[in-house]
Every structure is written in structure tokens, then in C-alpha cells.
């Protein structure tokens, strides 16, 4: 699904026929394992805070507090200008579902295009590719409360990374590793499948668990 997104449809009809059952799947459709729920019970009774670069809003439709999220990269339920012409977003929801059920011979009606209602350029995602990201207030309001956590959080912590690759490293894993280093009391945990490395020098205070992270997350709720 991720790789179709980067193919040159011919019409914008034909781009947004795609990407409305992208975005419906991903981000309206519950999750097909309770790898989220299961996280869930094992840190709600904790002193968490999730910093994710996915984009699908799994962690907050799985009942995590939306104060204790931030969603770096944007959300696959939020429109942008193309420009942009202004740092705001727009709930998506209702016109993703008008796409879904009246796109025919994988085309949307030319009626259902998006448009900017302050300066009707096309909509695009709020997805982070290039420095036309926008970043609105809910976006710098999550920000802040992050960085506010990190701060005042410097005894005993638990930075669990799940999943992370080498996209891009430096929002999750590269601080996680810096953070681990710098505070004594600190561990790192990494469960990633085929990934669960750490630098040598936080090893001694590091678990890496090589397995899929649903099987894992069971296990230690279990």
C-alpha cells in the first residue's frame, strides 16, 4: 500500500480513488491484531508518553490519552493545503467515505477533489515529505508536552522502541540511544524483527529482542 502511494497516476481523480482506500484502511479501520490494546494495559497504570512516526492514529483509536501522544509525522485523517497557504489542517473523514463509495472504474467524481477553502489549491495529505509539511497548533501543542516529558523525566526510565527502522532514526531511536547513555538509571528496550541492535556502549543496560513485536507484547501481558 505504502509503495502505491508513490505511483504517477494519470488524473488526480484516479490518485485520490487510490489513496481514499489507503487512507480509509489504515486510518479508519480498526487494527487486524491488539498488539495496540495489549501495550495498552501493560502502560496505563504507568507514567508514559508515546512519540510515534506512524501516521495512522492506532495508538489513540486504541484508547491511549491523546495528551500523552505525538504523532511527529502527521495523520493520514487530516488534509493540508498543497501550498500551503496556511499552517492548518482538515478532518478528512466524511469526504474519505464520499470517495470510498462513489469512486466507479477506480476514478472519484471530479466533484469530490479536494480544494483549500481559503485559497482552493488541491488538498494533499498532512504527511511529512518535504519542508511543505504542516505543522499546526495540535501538532506543536503535542510537541511541547514531549519535550516537557523528556525534561522533567530524568531518574528511572524505560525507553521501549518498537518497530523502528533506519528511515528515520533520528526521532526515536538515535535520542532513545543518546538519552539511555546520558542517564545511569536509564534502560533501552528494543523489540524490532530482524533490527534489535544497540551502540556498545549502552549494551549493559539495553534489551534487544529480535521477534515480532504482537508475540512479544503477549507474552509480557500474559
Known sequence: MYSGGFYPYKTPEE??????????????????????????????DKDYFVITTN???????????KKRLFYTQGDYGLFQCSEPCCQ????????????????????IPSELLPVCPHCGKPMTMNLRSDDRFVEDEGWHVAAARYSDFIRTHTGRVLYLELGVGY????????????????NPRATYAC?????????????????????DIAKVISEIKR
Open 15 to 44: 490518485f485520490w480513488a487510490y489513496w481514499s482506500r489507503y487512507i480509509f484502511i489504515n486510518r479508519y479501520m480498526d487494527a487486524p491484531k491488539p498488539v495496540y490494546s495489549d501495550l495498552l494495559a501493560l502502560v496505563k
Open 55 to 65: 501516521v495512522d492514529h492506532c495508538f489513540q483509536k486504541a484508547g491511549f490519552d
Open 88 to 107: 492548518e489542517t482538515f478532518d478528512n473523514e466524511s469526504l474519505i467515505r464520499q470517495m470510498m463509495e462513489q469512486q466507479k472504474d477506480m476514478r
Open 167 to 182: 528511515n528515520t532514526p533520528v526521532i526515536i531511536k538515535y535520542p532513545f540511544w543518546r538519552m539511555t547513555a546520558q
Open 191 to 211: 523489540i524490532n524483527y530482524g533490527e534489535a541492535v544497540c551502540p556498545t556502549e549502552i549494551e549493559g543496560r539495553a534489551i534487544c529482542i529480535d521477534a
